[in-house]
């Protein structure tokens, strides 16, 4: 297929750090219905990847594919490979849980626990054998989610009494606890105002540092201020994935010159 | 005048008919309070009429039920702790099974398994309660006989069993309706964190369900004090302040049906018993439906 060849052609001009996960020609489907078609693509290690496209293009299929998360959706089947760091996250042996240990995720809309602020990002942790100073990793997640300064008086208070875009980066303080690899963040500004947003975007440019982020947003401006990489999708298909400036600025497919520039989407 | 350009010919009829209508609904539900509020307004003056002969202090305190024979006592200790001994063997069965049976049915069960179990619970629920106390006395009683030699024919062991059982598919039911409420978000945040499903079913969801699993909990003890049937063919008729379950007991509903069914006369300060044991039947039994839904509006609120 045309779309296939591009892509491999564009998987080896991205490369050009070391690639943390690697998409190779992943199809999925819901039933019979494919969702993710024949999809290979690299994500490279310290940047912020952008999936864009259009509602329904299988954007967040295939996020969740990174971290095994469609395994709670009944009749999902995979076919094709995600090696993370060179091994298959679908390998028969692999324990999908320790998968997320190290791939974590914030989601489209704020779902901190009905428990305190310094339960939830304690929780991952505890929870998974964590036997260092807990506070002292609360603190240091919270710091580095920029929510520190707002809640370090009120530690033992509900989760669900911070705003939406505090509670949004408590999610994220809560997914850094674990010190994850990659952190995957489906939409996560689709329900925060413009204020939050903007903390979340300058959030990410400093969490890049030290971890690898992918972020599935249907908002091309964030894409374009965020992401060094973009992975434009469309029907199940990657259309055009490279450097965010060319995708926006230079695209070389008519389809992603078409979506980015509004005329559909 | 001028008439208004928004007059149908059919308007006056109509208007006439849905207050017709309007008011044959009202009256259906006006029905229904007014059966409710005559309840209570004869059990509150029999239980008057019962307490003018007997003091209060005396019937809540007194740890003698002899209404019916010489000498009199009035002490309704024995009827509440014979009641209390069936809800806490009723409870000790039905609370672990029910919690566990709604929490694989909520977080483990898939959803063919779900399909079929959820209604065979319900189903369950609906056995005529006359069957359950048959069921205790020929089935449960000989059974706890042959463990134990000493076991009376009518035992509240047998009956808490039943009960208990009874009671099961409602506290499942309830728990389950209570699991299902937390979203579905929670349970996704918990399993990207990392967590067996262990995990988040134990130290997620049901923290987060926690207070409608307590109402739920308050609710089948509730119905397990009120039940009747059973408790009076299984459980006996001695009121008896006893920890033995292997004795014969008697509960308040059972004591109500015994004084029912008999001859005693009307108007008697024995027949007035029956009310003032209603009366505080009806209190015990309202308390707890009125806290359980509280405990559930508020936790409701949580989600919504």
């Not at chain 1, 849980?97 to 989601?107: D, K, L, P, Q």
């Not at chain 1, 540092?209 to 060094?228: C, D, G, L, P, W």
């Not at chain 2, 509150?44 to 003018?52: G, I, L, N, T, V």
């Not at chain 2, 089935?139 to 099961?168: E, R, W």
Request: with cysteine.
């Amino acid at each position: 297929m045309n779309t296939q060849t591009t892509s491999d052609a564009q998987i080896s001009s991205v490369a050009q750090s070391r690639s943390v996960l690697d998409v190779i020609d992943v199809t999925i489907r819901y039933g019979t219905k494919p969702a993710i078609q024949n999809v290979s693509l690299s994500i490279p290690q310290h940047r912020i990847t952008a999936i864009i496209g259009p509602s329904g293009c299988g954007k967040s299929t295939l996020l969740r594919a990174f971290n095994r998360m469609n395994d709670f959706i009944p009749n999902v089947g995979m076919e094709g490979r995600i090696l993370y760091l060179g091994s298959d996250i679908y390998a028969r042996e692999v324990d999908p849980v320790e998968v997320r240990r190290r791939i974590g995720m914030v989601f489209q809309k704020p779902n901190p626990f009905p428990k305190s602020i310094l339960q939830n990002v304690a929780w991952g942790p505890s929870i998974n054998g964590f036997t260092g100073n807990l506070e002292d990793r609360v603190e240091q997640s919270l710091r580095r989610a920029a929510l520190w300064e707002e809640v370090s008086d009120r530690l033992h208070e509900s989760a669900l009494a911070l705003s939406g875009g505090q509670q949004q980066r408590l999610c994220i303080a809560r997914a850094l606890a674990m010190e994850p690899d990659v952190i995957l963040m489906d939409e996560p500004c689709s329900a925060l105002d413009p204020v939050s947003t903007a903390r979340i975007e300058d959030l990410m440019f400093e969490l890049k540092e030290r971890y690898t982020i992918v972020i599935v947003t249907h908002n091309m401006q964030q894409a374009a201020r965020v992401s060094s990489l973009t992975a434009f999708l469309e029907n199940g298909s990657l259309v055009e994935y490279g450097e965010t400036d060319q995708v926006f600025t230079r695209p070389r497919n008519q389809r992603t010159e078409e979506y980015v520039t509004g005329r559909f989407g | 005048m001028a008439k208004s350009p928004l007059a149908g010919a059919g308007t006056r009829k109509s208007r006439t008919k849905e207050e017709l209508i309007r008011f044959v609904l009202f009256l259906c539900a006006f029905l229904s309070i007014l059966t409710t509020l005559s309840i209570i307004a004869i059990l509150a003056w029999e239980a008057y009429s019962f307490f003018r002969e007997v003091r209060v202090f005396d019937f809540l305190s007194g740890t003698r039920w002899t209404p019916l024979l010489e000498p009199r006592s009035f002490g309704v200790l024995p009827l509440v702790a014979g009641t209390l001994q069936i809800v806490i063997g009723a409870s000790l069965i039905a609370i672990p099974v029910g919690l566990a049976s709604a929490i694989y049915l909520a977080e483990f069960a898939s959803a063919g398994v779900r399909r079929v179990l959820k209604p065979v619970l319900e189903i369950l629920a609906g056995i005529p309660t006359v069957v359950y106390g048959y069921f205790a006395l020929t089935f449960v009683t000989p059974l706890i006989a042959a463990i134990f030699p000493q076991t009376q024919i009518f035992n509240a062991a047998s009956a808490s069993i039943v009960v208990g059982i009874m009671v099961l598919p409602m506290t499942a039911s309830l728990c389950d309706d209570a699991l299902r409420a937390v979203p579905e978000s929670l349970r996704q945040g918990a399993f990207a964190l990392g967590a067996t499903q262990f995990e988040v079913t134990l130290r997620v969801v049901l923290p987060a369900a926690l207070s409608g699993v307590m109402a739920s909990f308050v609710l089948a003890a509730s119905r397990a004090i009120g039940e009747t049937m059973a408790v009076t063919l299984a459980a006996g008729a001695t009121p008896k302040m006893t920890l033995n379950p292997l004795q014969s007991i008697q509960t308040m509903t059972a004591y109500i049906v015994q004084v029912s069914l008999g001859d005693t006369p009307v108007g008697t300060v024995e027949y007035q018993t029956i009310f003032a044991v209603a009366a505080l039947l009806f209190a015990i039994t309202l308390s707890m439906n009125i806290i359980a839904h509280r405990v559930l509006a508020r936790f409701r609120e949580v989600y919504e």
